[in-house]
């Protein structure tokens, strides 16, 4: 340091170690101590002149819910319950509004290529535009905007109420198991929102051992770019084989037991690392349970649908037109008669076919690697540009079009739900992982293990399933 | 005493207060949040600077620092949101944010937000802040929920043995901003003077930490808090050891002048939810 190379004596840090450390010996042994209990005693002091209680009313009530919703017995299921609450809501409130603005903006589509054919523009542009790119943003905006303006503000409102600390204090027997702080309970809680604010949530955890746990096991809760797809699937497909009446319970019961599989992996990883590479105990902690404080709702419904439900939308938006122009290139470009999406979804159809799923499956996630939002309208617009479904979509009709045309099945509905939970983080949530461990070897860990896991996973199940049920 | 206008003039009813967002150059003055986990800082923060930092009723929900600004009279302040902390002496990731920032963020005021049902457990960390800084305001919030469970807190009482203005505030509904501002505008501008409690250590330590300060003021010219980095020194912290053998604790001090830089600011924000 130049300043004191200037300096009548120069000090070198370790000069300065050295000097504490030979004043430390002058010093009683536990002096530290002393100040320590001197500060408490100080604390202790104060608060007693300043505080007065006269009661204890209102702790009362908190202590008897916190008493059945933190029970070892009650404190499971209640969590399984109000998480399959929320899925039912969501799922049976964004029906109608999903079909609608389907419709709407189909009908938007057709109008405003026609318009523009009208207007002398170029069949090639009007398709790029109008059928590629708004295209796709029109099956992202349908498929996840009703399913997430109802999602998080559900999911906001028990935030505030103070629920998130009693799940983690619930869980923490099962992390503590598998070797991992029981505050990854509370990342994992971020992840569902977003995997990449997941990861960043994991600083609460001090341990970088078990930090890093928390870090590359957060992509195994469907974060909400997710949902739309497990919801949709769960939809069409379970549900579908059910009478009405209970369909959507059923399609609730399918995604709850998704993101369940979703913990369980999370805490069988967990687990994994933690004797491996990660190899270490769970270290003690403390947490507080805040007091349940009463949820303000015009502010709820301000940050879950402002600030969150347009933030992802937006994201997916500025994704989705990138993607919905590749994918209407890809379908358009044609090289000995057939097109670009076909020669590839064609030479990825036998890995496809061994996981379960299909070429054009694998080819819509490997376009969609920016953002998980957009697999399925990706998958449908593969499928659709290869002009095989003209018609406004709705559940009917999509369900037509994958079981009728392109073969899906039961087992292909499953693994895609499946690969859809444990594939590899979205780019944002790899960067993240990169910046937040500053390390290129964990990110690409974070990436692959995941995929690894998944592809694993599915061709496991496609295999037992063909074997015993022959699918 | 005062003539009645001039008392209104420094009245805090009277003083104009501007929330401006996300606008943090040209301030006049640095105010840090300080306080435990969960009491209200993200609450106050975006009451005071009309942002929307990510809340929620649970410990540990703010990891990273928040920067905004408001105007209160005439001054402009930048306003830095803390991770929520039990003690400077913490390791998590998200408390040390916190603990670098009260040490070597320079701020000219700190307010160290209680939780006014847990006052006991809220001042061991306010009597730590009071150890290294004289500006200090400490605001107890949720006074209302206090209320409720029948817990009364005497401010008086706090003030004069914290020796700090004590104002109680419930953030969420703004209630008391004002006052606490005022307080805040006093102590950052150095017009309130304060005598922090401090706790005295034993004849020895003090010569110790005396004798050390001029070292590190030599290898660290221009750290803020050479006295806590002593102290920690003397107790043989092998974390601020290594700070200052790798030139860490330098780079540390650097930082803290920074906006937090390492998350997309959408994502410290708002917690990307």
Known sequence: ?471 | MQTPSSACETCPVHTEMARLGAVTTGVDAVVALAGNPNTGKSTLFNAVTGLRQHTGNWPGKTVTRAEGAFQFGTRRYKLVDLPGTYSLLSASQDEEVARNFLLFGRPDCTVVVMDASAIERNLYLALQVLEITDRVVVAVNLIDEATRRGIEVDVRSLARDLGVPVVPIVARTGENLMALLTAVAGVASGETRTTPLRTAGTAEFERAVQELLPMIEAVAPGLPNARWVAIRLLDGDAAVEAALTSGELAAIVARQLQPDRRFSDRLALQGAQ
């Open chain 1, 1 to 471: 340091m130049s300043e004191s190379a200037s300096a009548p004596a120069p000090v070198s840090p370790q000069q300065v170690l050295a000097e504490a450390a030979r004043l430390r010996r002058t010093l009683a042994g536990g002096f530290r101590e002393e100040v320590v209990s001197s500060i408490y005693t100080e604390v202790e002091r104060v608060s007693r002149r300043a505080v007065r209680t006269t009661g204890t009313s209102g702790t009362d009530l908190d202590q008897r819910i916190d008493h059945v919703v933190t029970s070892r017995w009650l404190g499971l299921p209640l969590m399984v319950l109000l998480l399959a609450i929320v899925f039912w809501l969501t799922i049976t409130g964004a029906n109608v509004p999903s079909a609608m603005l389907a419709e709407a903006l189909f009908a938007v589509e057709d109008w405003a290529a026609a318009f523009s054919t009208s207007l002398g523009a170029p069949a090639w542009l009007v398709g790029f535009v109008w059928h590629g790119v708004f295209r796709g943003l029109a099956w992202v905006v349908s498929v996840m905007l009703p399913p997430m303006a109802i999602f998080f503000p559900l999911f906001t409102l028990l935030e505030d109420l103070g629920y998130l600390p009693r799940v983690a204090f619930n869980l923490d027997f099962l992390f503590r198991r598998a070797g991992a702080h029981g505050k990854q309970a509370l990342s994992m809680a971020m992840g569902f929102g977003c995997n990449a604010a997941g990861v960043i949530a994991t600083r609460i955890i001090d341990s970088p051992r078990e930090r890093l746990v928390a870090i590359l096991t957060n992509n195994f809760v469907p974060c909400n770019g997710r949902f739309p797809t497990l919801i949709l699937l769960a939809t069409v497909f379970v549900a579908a084989a059910f009478p009405p009446a209970v369909a959507s319970l059923v399609a609730a019961g399918s995604v709850v037991a998704i993101v369940l599989l979703g913990v369980a992996f999370t805490l069988a990883v967990s687990w994994l690392l933690s004797r491996t590479v990660l190899k270490g105990e769970a270290s003690a902690f403390t947490l507080e349970l805040p007091p349940y404080r009463r949820p303000g709702v015009l502010r709820i419904l301000y940050t879950s649908l402002i600030d969150r439900t347009i933030f992802v939308l937006w994201r997916a938006i500025q994704t989705a037109a990138p993607a919905g122009a590749v994918i209407w290139v890809l379908a358009n470009v044609h090289v000995g008669g057939q097109s670009l999406a076909q020669i590839v979804a064609a030479g990825l159809q036998p890995l496809g076919w061994l996981m379960g799923l299909d070429g054009v499956i694998l080819l819509a996630y490997i376009i969609a690697i920016p953002a998980n939002e957009i697999v399925v309208p990706t998958m449908m617009m593969v499928y659709m540009a290869e002009g095989m479904m003209t018609d406004v979509p709705s559940v009917e009709t999509l369900r037509a079009l994958l079981v009728d045309q392109h073969g899906w099945t039961l087992l292909t509905a499953v693994n895609l739900m499946l690969f859809s939970l444990l594939h590899n983080p979205c780019a944002t949530t790899v960067m993240t992982i990169y910046r937040e461990t500053l390390s290129a070897k964990w990110a690409a860990v974070g990436a692959l293990l995941p995929l690894g896991l998944a592809v694993v996973v599915t061709m496991v199940t496609a295999a037992v399933a063909r074997l015993v049920w022959g699918v």
